[in-house]
Every structure is written in structure tokens, then in C-alpha cells.
């Protein structure tokens, strides 16, 4: 697993790369349409690393339920036991279900490339910047999330990759 994430995050850095370079290089002869390729390049990477980390989450999701159904199925675990692998998967999925509800609050309101992830002492935001003003999207996407939870004493870390 660790083998393929360093594998797709340096083709991905690769990729970026290349694409800042040629979006930067003078654009001697190039057309619309190549200069429109190379952006659609360029969005097709953010969106991949966006959509991986959304899938290993829902991977480490379905392995924790698993695991703990294992204890559940099991007739060597003790009555505390499986009810202690009962509350793990129901606050799991609860935590699980927060952040993807919370992402799609944020995506709702008109980012594209969101990811959210809840952290023991914070909640870690990974977006993609609509505008150059990062100190207002900054505010904007922390003013939305606690907003939607009801809650202002959260510490929220905000990421523009």
C-alpha cells in the first residue's frame, strides 16, 4: 500500500511539474487548444490525488469495520469485548459519515477539490483555492465548516494544495 501511495504521489509530482512547466513556458505557436490540454492535465492531477485520498479513507474505513466484525463474529471475545467492538464501529462510522457530509457542505459551496479528515485535536481541510485571496478562502471554508457543525471551538487546519 505505502509502495503504491509513494508511487502515484511522484508520478503526480511529476506530472505537476511538467504541467507548471509548460503552462509557464512562452507560448511561441501553441494554440488554444494545447494550452486547454495542458489544463485539463493539470485539473485531472489535482483531481486524482483528491480522489485518492478520499479512497484510501474509505479503504481504512471498511478495513476498521472489518476488523472489529471480527471480533464481533468471533465466540472467543467476551460480552465486553464485542460491545466495546460495537461502539468502535458505531463512533467510527459516525466520524466517517461527518466528514464526508462535511466535505460535501464545502463542495456545495462551490469548491470543487475537497478533502476533510478528522484528527484528534483538529479538523484537517485539504481544498483547492478558487481565488488567489487564500486568507479569504482560508476564512470562508472555516467559517462554512463551523457553521454546518454547530460548533466554534474546533481547531480547523486549512490546506490549499
Not at 500500500?1 to 502515484?8: D, G, P, T
Not at 486547454?36 to 483531481?47: F, G
Not at 471480527?70 to 463474529?73: G, S
Given at each position: 500500500?505505502?509502495?503504491?501511495?509513494?508511487?502515484?504521489l511522484?508520478l503526480?509530482?511529476?506530472v505537476?511539474?511538467?504541467s507548471?512547466?509548460?503552462?509557464?513556458?512562452?507560448?511561441?505557436?501553441?494554440t488554444?487548444?494545447?494550452e486547454?490540454?495542458?489544463?485539463?492535465?493539470?485539473?485531472?492531477?489535482?483531481?486524482s490525488?483528491?480522489?485518492?485520498?478520499?479512497?484510501?479513507?474509505?479503504?481504512?474505513?471498511?478495513e476498521?469495520?472489518?476488523?472489529?466484525n471480527?471480533?464481533?463474529?468471533s465466540?472467543?471475545?467476551s460480552g465486553?469485548?464485542?460491545?466495546v467492538?460495537?461502539?468502535?464501529?458505531?463512533?467510527?462510522?459516525k466520524?466517517y459519515?461527518?466528514?464526508?457530509?462535511?466535505?460535501?457542505?464545502?463542495?456545495?459551496s462551490?469548491?470543487?477539490?475537497?478533502?476533510?479528515e478528522?484528527l484528534?485535536?483538529?479538523?484537517n481541510?485539504?481544498?483547492t483555492?478558487?481565488?488567489?485571496?487564500?486568507?479569504?478562502?482560508?476564512?470562508?471554508?472555516i467559517y462554512i465548516?463551523?457553521?454546518?457543525l454547530?460548533?466554534?471551538?474546533?481547531?480547523?487546519?486549512?490546506?490549499?494544495?
Open positions: 500500500m505505502n509502495r503504491q501511495f509513494v508511487a502515484f511522484s503526480f509530482s511529476l505537476l511539474v511538467l507548471v512547466y509548460y503552462v509557464i513556458m512562452p507560448t511561441k505557436g501553441k488554444n487548444a494545447e486547454n490540454l495542458v489544463s485539463l492535465e493539470i485539473q485531472d492531477a489535482v483531481n490525488n483528491y480522489e485518492m485520498l478520499s479512497l484510501e479513507r474509505d479503504k481504512a474505513y471498511k476498521y469495520v472489518a476488523s472489529q471480527v471480533i464481533l463474529a465466540s472467543s471475545y465486553e469485548e464485542k460491545a467492538a460495537l461502539q468502535n464501529i458505531a463512533q467510527y462510522t466520524q459519515e461527518l466528514e464526508k457530509n462535511t466535505e460535501m457542505t464545502i463542495k456545495n462551490g469548491y470543487q477539490n475537497v478533502y476533510v478528522f484528534e485535536d483538529y479538523i481541510i485539504k481544498a483555492a478558487i481565488t488567489s485571496d487564500y486568507l479569504k478562502e482560508v476564512a470562508n471554508i465548516v463551523q457553521d454546518y454547530d460548533d466554534t471551538s474546533n481547531n480547523i487546519c486549512v490546506n490549499f494544495l
